[in-house]
C-alpha cells in the first residue's frame, strides 16, 4: 500500500503496527507538514515512533484508539496526552517540561529526564510502571508518580536508597547499575518501604549483604550479577525463608579484578565461549591503547590500529560462534557513557 506522510510516497503493509515516524525513518519531513490522515490506512497500527516538537502527532494518536504505544525521542515543551488512548509511553529530551498522561497509562519510560520534569498522572502514578534510566546518580522521581508501586531504575555506578524516600507505595523495585562497582549505600533507608516485596538487583557486585536490612514484607530477592561471596552470604542468611532468592551470574574476586570493566562480560551467560573470546580481544586493544605515550610517533594511527584490531577480531569471533547473539532486551550490549538505541519496553 502506498502512503505519503509529506517525505513522498511509500509502500507499507497494510498490517502495519510499528511505525517510524521520526525523520530518519524516512516517511516524515524533518520540518514543514504532515499528513496525519495517512495512518487511517494502517488500521493495525498500535506503536508509533516520533522525534522533536509535536507537530500534531498528539492530535493524531489522540484521535485514533487502537494507537497504544508511543516512543517519542527528543521531546520538547509541555505535553498533554490525556486524551490519547495511550498505555504505554517512553520519552527522553532535556527540553521536556512537563507530561500529562492519560486515563489509561500503564508503562512510563523516561530516558534522562530533566531535573525539573513535572508529570500529572491518574492517582499519582498508583497504576503506572515506572521505568527511570538515568544512567548516573542523580536520579529524581517526578512528584506526579510518587505512589507507584513497581519501579525500573536504571542507575550508574552508585545509587543511593535515600533517592526512594518519596515512594511511599514501592511493592517492586529494580535497580540496574550501569557501571562498576554497583553499590547501593544507605541500605538502612530501606526500612521506610513497608511494602516491599520484590527486590531485583542487577551487576551490584559492590552490594554489602550485611547492610541489607530485614524488610518484612520482601518475599522474593533477585540478584543478576553478585560476587561469590555475596551470593554466598545471602543464601545462608535466606535458606529458611520466607523470601525466595534466586541469583545468576555469580563471579570470583579473580574474576572481577579482571573484567569488572570490561563492556563484554556480561555476555557470558549467553555464550561463554563468545564472551571469554570477547573480554580477551577488549583488553589487548586497551593494552595497546594505555601502551600509546605522548611522545610515541603516529599516535593517532596506532590507537586507529588497536581499535580496528579490536573490531576485527570481534567479527571473527562472530562469524566463529555460532552461539545465539547474547540478550539485547536488558540493553546489556557494551554501552560507553550512553543509553541503548532501543531501551526495554513491554512487550507488545
Not at 517512553?90 to 512537563?98: A, E, I, K, Q
Not at 510518587?146 to 519501579?151: C, F, G, W
Not at 611522545?295 to 566463529?320: F, H, K, M, Q
Amino acid at each position: 500500500m502506498e502512503v505519503d506522510f509529506g517525505a513522498g510516497p511509500r509502500w507499507l503493509s497494510p498490517a502495519t503496527r510499528v511505525i517510524d515516524l521520526t525523520p530518519a525513518g524516512g516517511l516524515v519531513p524533518s520540518e514543514g507538514p504532515v499528513d496525519w490522515s495517512q495512518l487511517d490506512l494502517l488500521p493495525d497500527c498500535r506503536t508509533v515512533n516520533w522525534s522533536g516538537p509535536d507537530r500534531g502527532i498528539v492530535d493524531a494518536v489522540a484521535a485514533r484508539l487502537g494507537i497504544r504505544f508511543l516512543y517519542w525521542s527528543d521531546a520538547v515543551g509541555d505535553l498533554d496526552l490525556r486524551r490519547t488512548h495511550l498505555g504505554t509511553v517512553r520519552l527522553d529530551g532535556t527540553g521536556l517540561s512537563s507530561v500529562r498522561l492519560p486515563r489509561l497509562i500503564e508503562t512510563v519510560l523516561l530516558i534522562r529526564p530533566p531535573a525539573g520534569l513535572r508529570i500529572e498522572a491518574p492517582g499519582e502514578g498508583r497504576h503506572v510502571d515506572l521505568r527511570l534510566f538515568q544512567y548516573g546518580p542523580d536520579v529524581v522521581i517526578p512528584t506526579g508518580l510518587r505512589r507507584t508501586r513497581t519501579v525500573w531504575l536504571w542507575v550508574g555506578g552508585t545509587f543511593s536508597a535515600t533517592l526512594l524516600t518519596a515512594l511511599h507505595d514501592l511493592e517492586q523495585l529494580r535497580l540496574t547499575f550501569d557501571a562498576s562497582p554497583g553499590t547501593l549505600t544507605d541500605l538502612p533507608d530501606l526500612r521506610q518501604h513497608a511494602r516491599l516485596r520484590t527486590l531485583q538487583l542487577d551487576d551490584a557486585y559492590g552490594l554489602d549483604p550485611d547492610a541489607l536490612p530485614e524488610l518484612p514484607q520482601l518475599r522474593q530477592l533477585e540478584l543478576n550479577g553478585a560476587r561469590r561471596t555475596t551470593a554466598t552470604t545471602l543464601r545462608q542468611r535466606f535458606k529458611h525463608g520466607p523470601v525466595e532468592l534466586s541469583i545468576s551470574g555469580a563471579k570470583s574476586e579473580a574474576w572481577l579484578a579482571a573484567n569488572m570493566d570490561n563492556p563484554f562480560r556480561d555476555w557470558a551467560e549467553d555464550s561463554k565461549p563468545f564472551a571469554q573470546a570477547a573480554c580477551k580481544a577488549y583488553t589487548r586493544a586497551r593494552r595497546a591503547i594505555e601502551a600509546i605515550g605522548p611522545d610515541t610517533p603516529d599516535r593517532l594511527a596506532a590507537g586507529e590500529r588497536a581499535l580496528r584490531g579490536l573490531v576485527t577480531d570481534l567479527n571473527t569471533i562472530d562469524s566463529n560462534d555460532r552461539h545465539p547473539q547474547p540478550r539485547t532486551g536488558l540493553g546489556r550490549l557494551p554501552r560507553p557513557g550512553r543509553p541503548p538505541s532501543n531501551p526495554p519496553g513491554p512487550r507488545h
